[in-house]
């Protein structure tokens, strides 16, 4: 990839958008820092992910900001919908709601390590909101999480997460139902890199998000307020045409006291769930 060519080819597309890199930062869903050094040249071969959510924000064809060839004009995009009750944007929370939470993963680290679960998740839970808040590195919890639990080797809790959740298929394809009608996001406490790894991994429904709303990039973590004001604005919408699914009643909760339209997600009958949710954007 020809980094300072994509770079020249991103700011003039941006310019030529009338948009400022901190606009772009908030359509694309992505840190200033980042979006900067792609521009300047200094990030070796971005990723696609991430080329991709910067071409949609900007209205361009992928090829264009590649260089790999003139893109056609492309066709117009079908309108999307409003909701009766006035829902124009649905976000998605991912654990516990796209895909099947990770306790497997704490399982498989303590039969590596030769320690008990117990003690693995013990470890996990005591660090984890710090990294999701983006205020701790990947690198450091690992070498943390390894110490921790006397792992002499290096760990990489990325990979055992990866190995054990497992997609909802049903809420997969409510998410692809969704995105051909409604503007769509994902609202999510992650752990840096993560998102992009499970959608490379088609862990994760494979559409054109409008928003992605990173804990990790926000440097805040639901349901703390600042997380919300940042999907809200990502959105482009007021928050009484925001529709959050989440498994978790606090941050849904949360989510409504803001104005936010709100459905609690139960993993443990998706069928019921969907049906909730299709009814709710009639």
């Not at 980042?34 to 992910?49: C, D, M, N, V």
């Not at 990325?158 to 995105?179: G, R």
């Not at 004001?229 to 959105?235: G, I, L, V």
Request: glycine letters at 8%; hydrophobic letters at 45%; a negative charge.
């Amino acid at each position: 990839m020809d980094e300072k060519g994509l770079g020249q080819r991103l700011q003039a597309a941006r310019r030529a958008g009338g948009l400022t890199q901190q606009e772009l930062c908030h359509k694309a869903g992505l840190s200033y820092s980042t979006l900067a050094k792609i521009e300047r040249g200094a990030i070796k071969s971005p990723s696609i992910f991430t080329i991709q959510n910067i071409a949609a924000a900007l209205g361009v064809g992928l090829d264009a900001l590649l260089g790999v060839a003139p893109s056609p004009a492309a066709p117009a995009a079908k309108p999307k919908m409003t909701a009766q009750n006035g829902v124009k944007f649905v976000y998605f929370d991912i654990n516990g709601c796209l895909v099947r939470f990770f306790h497997a993963a704490f399982t498989n680290l303590a039969a590596d390590a030769h320690v008990s679960a117990d003690d693995v998740e013990t470890a996990f839970w005591h660090y984890n909101d710090d990294v999701c808040r983006g205020e701790m590195s990947m690198d450091a919890f690992n070498a943390t999480l390894a110490k921790q639990l006397g792992i002499k080797k290096s760990l990489d809790w990325q990979k055992y997460y990866l190995s054990a959740v497992e997609p909802v298929l049903e809420m997969h394809q409510l998410v692809e139902w969704v995105a051909e009608r409604y503007h769509v996001g994902l609202l999510s406490n992650i752990m840096p890199g993560f998102i992009e790894a499970m959608l490379d991994r088609k862990l994760l429904p494979g559409v054109t998000y409008d928003a992605i709303v990173d804990s990790s990039q926000v440097g805040a973590i639901k349901p703390e307020r600042k997380i919300y004001d940042a999907a809200t604005k990502q959105s482009g919408v007021k928050p009484d045409e925001i529709l959050f699914v989440d498994d978790d009643r606090a941050n849904v909760m949360a989510a409504d006291r803001l104005g936010w339209r709100v459905l609690w997600f139960d993993g443990y009958r998706p069928e019921e769930a969907v049906d909730r949710i299709k009814e709710s954007l009639k």
